[in-house]
């Protein structure tokens, strides 16, 4: 038996490592070193110093043993692999790689959200209120997290109504699942978890300004109220989704462009303007105004000759592309992959575009005036510029086409008639982002690339509205949007699910069991 003289220096060891693990968890707890903590590291190191003060021939007994010496090596070994571990998590912290392996990009904001929330002037803050309990908390938790790592400027915090009815008074906030975006005194209310919602609403207090872009009519251009595949409601919704205000202009009733007019869209005339309405947009482009033409082969030769005056030639022919079926498409829908890196526009631009019955478009390339072709199709591609269509002519012949890649988008800038001599001391190209002293065109061989049923198409959709937003001189939108999350599932036959199951749940747990039997028959039989 073991005196109560013996017992007590083995209690005090005991009690000296719970009280030094105490002291330790207490620290742990209030983030500081105060004097509980403090107090109960010293006790517990006192009493653990006086066991080994007391029991030293036992101590000395007990690290004498061979399981002691395996005991030790193992604790060290674990010991070493904690420390590895924590220099590892360490590391990561400070030098943080994130990565998003999904096919959508579902966990990563868009380039179009880093590069506002980059830029963010000044503090935005975002007050969401929900209930402490609701389900959709969590989401929204997240995506504020992911905007607030890229800006310091983005400050966010939850309110639950519920606990806190008189903060929600104070910002009239009268529903859960609500949040309150705030910046300079303008306020936008967002009611779901979507980053594009939370990223539209951002833009709306963050600008200062309504952009009005007008689309021409009267001439058989594309609707903007049209439903149908030929017609232009997408258009329209993804231009007020970035808070354009989207208009239709009858120029033919007017007696000049409207002075709040930033673009002026003519896409896809069929008939000739009337030579009162091209003075006037020749009148508005070079008083400082954004054009974008859309042009289709077989439409009125008119436009083309037109903007042959600001440099543009506008081929006249139909771009055939035999890769394009590769693509799912048809030959008459050239792919478009290689863009001019070195505008806004295009540099961050790198997702294919598919454009329906196209015609090549170019400009004498000069950067001192801006003018530059942005996108061109394959080398397999080539536009036909007379004779019979049909399945039999697909093959390049020089006789009647011309060889590819060929442009599709081209662009200038214009000086201002009235005092041109100063504003051409001024850079309007891809390096200097003030052009406001400059008409800008855009020129398009084609319509039919943002209609209805082609505007979703690849990177269709971005590539329109970057020209816009280039035009409307909104630099901060021009970059490649989210896209809607997908599913994606996991089909497996009947083989793969049984390999699943028996890799999972039946192989891999057995291998781990039976190399633990073995490491505890090796150490009893060296014991």
């Known amino acids: 038996m073991v005196g109560n003289n013996d017992r007590f220096p083995l209690v005090s060891g005991i009690v000296g490592l719970m009280l030094a ?15 509980l903590p403090l107090t109960l590291i010293w006790a517990g190191v006192l009493l653990i110093v006086f066991f080994a003060y007391t029991q030293l021939a036992l101590i000395q007994k007990f690290v004498g043993k061979r399981s002691t010496i395996y005991g030790a090596n193992s604790f060290v070994m674990t010991l070493v692999f904690l420390i590895i571990i924590v220099l590892v998590a360490y590391m990561s912290v ?6 998003d392996l999904t096919d959508t990009g579902r966990y990563t904001l868009a380039h179009q959200t880093i590069k506002m929330l980059r830029s963010l002037p000044g503090d935005v803050e975002v007050i969401a209120f929900y209930r402490s309990d609701e389900r959709t908390r969590q989401a929204m938790a997240d ?3 992911e905007y607030s790592y890229y800006s310091p400027n983005f400050k966010y915090w939850f309110v639950d109504p519920d606990q806190n009815p008189l903060e929600a008074a104070k910002y009239g906030v009268t529903s859960y699942r609500t949040t309150l975006i705030r910046h300079d005194g303008a306020e936008e209310v967002v009611s779901f978890e979507s980053e594009n919602k939370l990223t539209n609403a951002l833009l709306k207090v963050l600008r200062k300004e309504i952009k009005r872009i007008y689309f021409l009519k009267g001439h058989g251009e594309n609707s903007l109220t049209s439903s149908e595949n030929v017609g232009y409601l997408a258009v329209k919704e993804a231009l007020e989704e970035e808070h354009h205000e989207v208009q239709e202009l009858l120029l033919v009733e007017s007696d000049r462009v409207p002075e709040d007019a930033s673009v002026v869209v003519v896409a896809g005339a069929k008939t000739a303007l009337l030579p009162r309405e091209m003075e006037m947009l020749n009148e508005y482009i070079r008083g400082g105004g954004k054009a974008l033409f859309m042009l289709d082969p077989g439409d009125d030769p008119q436009l083309g000759r037109y903007l042959k005056a600001f440099g543009f030639t506008v081929g006249e022919d139909i771009i055939i592309d035999q890769l394009s079926q590769v693509f799912g498409g048809n030959y008459l829908t050239p792919v478009v992959s290689e863009y001019f890196k070195r505008h806004p526009v295009t540099a961050e631009f790198d997702i294919a575009t598919f454009f329906p019955m196209a015609q090549s478009v170019s400009i004498e390339e000069d950067k001192t005036t801006g003018s530059l072709n942005l996108a061109k199709t394959s080398e397999n591609s080539w536009a036909k510029r007379s004779g019979v269509l049909d399945e039999n002519s697909l093959d390049f012949d020089d006789k009647t086409g011309v060889a590819g890649p060929l442009n599709v988008i081209s662009v200038t800038s214009i000086p201002l008639e009235q005092d041109q001599s100063e504003k051409m001391q001024q850079t309007p190209g891809q390096d200097n ?8 065109i855009v020129v398009v061989g084609d319509s039919n690339f943002v ?21 409307v001189e909104e630099h901060l939108l021009i970059s490649i949007r989210k896209k809607a999350p997908g599913l994606s599932p996991v089909t497996l036959t009947a083989v793969e699910g049984r390999m699943v199951f028996w890799v999972c749940v039946i192989i891999l747990p057995s291998l781990v069991m039976i190399l633990g039997f073995a490491v505890i028959a090796r150490i009893r039989s060296l014991g």
Do not use: C
């Not at 400070?94 to 990565?99: E, S």
């Open 21 to 35: 693990a105490s002291g330790g968890i207490a620290y742990a707890i209030m983030g500081e070193m105060g004097n």
């Open 451 to 471: 209609s209805n049923a082609y505007i979703q198409m690849a990177g269709n959709r971005d590539l329109f509205l970057n020209m816009v937003d280039w035009l």
């Open 143 to 145: 995506l504020l997290k």
């Open 94 to 99: 400070r030098h943080k790689v994130r990565m």
């Open 433 to 440: 982002p003030d052009t406001k002293q400059w008409g800008k």
